[in-house]
Nanobody, 124 residues
Framework: QVQLVESGGGLVQDGGSLRLSCVAS????????MGWCRQAPGKEREFVAA????????YYADSVKGRFTISRDNAKNTVYLQMNSLKPEDTAVYYC?????????????????WGQGTQVTVSS
């Protein structure tokens, strides 16, 4: 089993930035792809970004491409999501997740373990 703990959410103005962090424990973190998904009020959870186990490859939803950057530090068992140029439509609970395999996740269905989530609110 893996435990994931997110942090870094909060309230920010339109155009602002936030950096989310996710610390993993309980399993060999470095051999699995990682990623982030989000769920806005009244909507289904959606894929945001993913990174390969080595950190060499990343993949983004079109809605965040060019604004968000995912990265990881395997020595610290931590994955990050740098969010710039935030928009009110980015408001959601953001979840850290671990891939079901060593492959790069490309959608929500590719993740097998989830954190509790951290709230991000962007005011207009």
């Amino acid at each position: 089993q893996v435990q994931l703990v997110e942090s870094g959410g909060g309230l920010v103005q339109d155009g602002g930035s936030l950096r989310l962090s996710c610390v993993a424990s309980g399993r060999t973190f470095r051999f699995y792809g990682m990623g982030w998904c989000r769920q806005a009020p009244g909507k289904e959870r959606e894929f945001v970004a993913a990174i390969s186990w080595s950190g060499d490859t990343t993949y983004y939803a079109d809605s965040v491409k060019g604004r968000f950057t995912i990265s990881r530090d395997n020595a610290k068992n931590t994955v990050y999501l740098q969010m710039n140029s935030l928009k009110p439509e980015d408001t959601a609970v953001y979840y850290c997740a671990v891939s079901r395999s060593a492959n790069l996740p490309r959608g929500e269905a590719d993740f097998g373990s989830w954190g509790q989530g951290t709230q991000v609110t962007v005011s207009s």
